[in-house]
Structure formats: structure tokens, C-alpha cells
């Protein structure tokens, strides 16, 4: 076999060396030609042939010891030293070379003779046994009588180099591709994730992945959208919830007064009123809630934002008391002959900021007799000018509201009805006591 050794330049023979004679069968089985079995390293080794076989190399030929062989040099071969030798041929040493001991038999170039006596050639695995010339940068593939050099996945040959192939160029990726050397990676934009398949990005759901929006998440493609509840609005730094002050964006909102509370507001209405609805404030009669004091000898007058206890009998001499709230002066009793025949207590509630003028209470005679002529006349109470009477026909007027008050106050208005009755010579007069309460509020 000839073997052309790079360090050398020179082409050599190679002589194997014969079969050992007397050798146990284990290591005859066991190496082959030009190994002998260590017991004590449990592996084959070299046979120095060199000094096993007297007279190895003819003539001026020097002897060289070789890995399962020896070599015969001219002796002006400049070879250093053995061992430097030995490393020229093959670094690291290469396993046993095949087995060329059936000698009967000649085996075409890249096979070896069968196990001996067989008569049959077998393909030499050159990659196993480095006889290949491949690049440090190729692969060796074996193939039946020789090998081939491939370039690795990922590189491709150019020339005798194996160069990186950029798998990028091919857009194996869905968003952005990373070449590396052999190989390749895709990432994916942010708020996507790559699948399974390492190529396609898929939406992150950041929602359920801790994104940090206070109240609610939303997720979309490529990204998430935190909002808030009602009542909240979002941050400018797009996670946080901050409440909104409703009461200031409309005095409106309550007819009383507004409290804002987290995520919401509410109305409250002045003491004496309750919420009717959620922004309306209605009188609390508490007259009729029992939740006044008033005894058993009083009356309950209720009225805007609060009620007032009056006693029923308020008639005061020379009057005495015909029912409740109603006095009479009685006609025989001289005392009474300046005075209104009768004084009626009646009460009303009226708001604050009543527009004007406005129709606030009617008053109508209670009998009428033929003939009988009846004029209106408010007589104390008014220093103001509050009010005055708009008569409506001769047995009923109304009490008009002239200026606009305010609460809290109240009023008492004695309106008098004069009744004349022209054909009897008959002239009466009566009083109603009207207390004008006026609450606190416009409502
Ligand atoms: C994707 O990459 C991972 C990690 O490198 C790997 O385990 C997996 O087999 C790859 N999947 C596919 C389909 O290539
Ligand atoms: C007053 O009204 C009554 C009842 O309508 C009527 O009988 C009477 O004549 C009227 N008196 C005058 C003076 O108009």
C-alpha cells in the first residue's frame, strides 16, 4: 500500500508485518496485523516490527516503527526522530488500519478482505479510520469503496470552504431572523411570542400575564389596553385608574350638595330632607313619620326642612275656641265689637326663591248669603310688601307672592274678608291667621 506523507514529500512503502506466530488465539482474534493485545492495558498496541523482525528493512533502508506497520527510509531521508515521524503521518493515531492478513484474496481500492478464510471483501469506513482528506471544517461521509467531505447543516461548499449559509436571506421568519454561524434564530417583535414551530410569533395575551393595568386589561394583537371602571379615568401613564371628581364637572349633578367618593359621588340633602332618587332632596315630613315631638294638646305643622308643634287651642279672650285653629269672637261680648268675628290659624310652606309674582294661597268664603258682597284685604303681616291680594270674584281671592324671599323665615298674615250685604244693612269681618313658613332652600 503506498501512503504519501505530507511532511516527508516522499512517497514510502509501507510494509506490513506477518502474522505472529504463537500467539494465543484472544489476541489473534482480537488485533490486527501489527497489534499486539496488551492483558495489562486491555488494548491493542503497536508491534515495534522494527526490533520483533530481524533484518526488517533490506539494504542501506533504515527502519522506522509505524502504527500497525514500519517503514523502510533511505537513511539520507531526513527524518528527525521516530516519534516525530509517527505524529507526521497522523495526529491523533489513528485506530488499527484494516485487517490485511487474507492475502489470498485482492480487494478493489476502498474495501478490505473479510474476516480471514471468507474470501470476500468489506467497504473500509475511511472516516473512522481518518483516511479521509476532508477540511477541519467538513464532515467525512462514508460511502461503500471511498468517503466524501460534507459541509455540516447550515453551511454550504464554496470552492473547498464550507460557508455559513444566511438562512435569513429565505425568510424563514415570521418578524426578525438571527443568522449564526451553522444555523439560525427568529424573534418576534414585543407582545409576541414565538410558536412552537421556532418560525411564527404569536400574540402574548398580557392580560393574563401580570400586565400592570390597575382595573381592567385588555388584550390586542401585539399589545394590551388597560381602562378603567366607570368613574375612574386612565393615567397619562396609560396603567393607572384615577378617580374623577364628578361634583366638579357640574353643580348639577345634585340638587343639594355632592360628595365624591371613589369611583362615583353622591348626593346629601340638608338636615330635614331626605334623597329622593339619587339627586333629589325632598322634605322629610315629620309630622306625619311620627318622628316629631309634639303632645296630644298640639298640632303638627310640618314645613319645608322642618315642623313646628302649635297648641289647638290658641284662641286668647275675648275669643274662645269653636274647633281646631278656629276662634270666635261672640257677638253679645262688647269686646268683640272691633274685632273680626272670627280668626281661622291655617299654615303653608313655601321655598326659597320663588320666581315672582306667584299665586300662593286662595281664599274663598266659606258661605255665601244673597246680596252678600265680600272684599279682601291683607291686614298685618305685610310691612314689607311681600305680598298683596288679588281679588277674584266677591267670594274668593288669591295671596300672590310679590318679591322673592328667603328662607328660613316665616310670615303671619292676617287676611281679612269683609262681608257687606247692602239690602240688610249687614257688615261683617274675618280674619285668617296665615303663618307663611319659608324653608331654607329653593326646594
Ligand atoms: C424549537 O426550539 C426549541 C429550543 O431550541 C427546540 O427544543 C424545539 O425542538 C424546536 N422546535 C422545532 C419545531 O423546531
Ligand atoms: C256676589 O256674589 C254672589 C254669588 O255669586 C252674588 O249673588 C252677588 O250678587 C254678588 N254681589 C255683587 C255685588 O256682585
Partial sequence: MMLCLFSLLLCLLLVPSRQQEGESPNSFTECTDGYEWDPEKQHCKDINECQTIPDACK?????????????????????????????????????????????????????????????TCVDVDECVYQLDDCLPSQECVNAPGGFHCKCPDGYRKIGNECVDIDECRYRYCQHRCVNSPGSFTCQCEPGFQLASNNRSCVDVNECSMGAPCQQRCYNTYGTFLCRCNQGYELDRDGYTCND??????????CQHQCVNEPGRFSCICPEGYQLLGTRLCQDINECETDAHTCSESQNCINFHGG???????????PYIQVADNRCMCPSG???????????????????????????????????????????????????QGDFYIRQINNISAMLVLARPVNGPQE??????MLTSNSLLSYRSSSVLRLTVFVGGYAF
Fill in 307 to 317: 315642623y313646628r308643634c302649635v297648641e289647638k287651642n290658641r284662641c286668647k279672650e
Fill in 411 to 416: 310670615f303671619v298674615l292676617d287676611l281679612e
Fill in 244 to 253: 374623577v371628581d364628578e361634583c366638579s364637572y357640574s353643580s348639577y349633578l
Fill in 59 to 119: 539494504g542501506e533502508m533504515k527502519c522506522i516503527n509505524h502504527y500497525g506497520g514500519y517503514l523502510c527510509l533511505p537513511r539520507s531521508a531526513s527524518v528527525i526522530s521516530d516519534s516525530q515521524t509517527e505524529s507526521a503521518i497522523h495526529d491523533p493515531p489513528p485506530p488499527p488500519p484494516p485487517n490485511t492478513e487474507a492475502q489470498d484474496i485482492q480487494c478493489p481500492a476502498g474495501y478490505q478482505p473479510d474476516s480471514p478464510g471468507l474470501g
Fill in 333 to 383: 261680648n262688647p269686646l268683640c265689637r272691633d274685632e273680626p268675628g272670627s280668626v281661622v290659624y291655617r299654615y303653608m310652606s313655601i321655598t326659597s326663591d320663588r320666581s315672582v309674582p306667584s299665586d300662593i294661597f286662595q281664599i274663598q268664603a266659606t258661605s255665601v248669603y244673597p246680596g252678600a258682597y265680600n272684599t279682601f284685604q291683607i291686614r298685618s303681616g305685610n310691612e
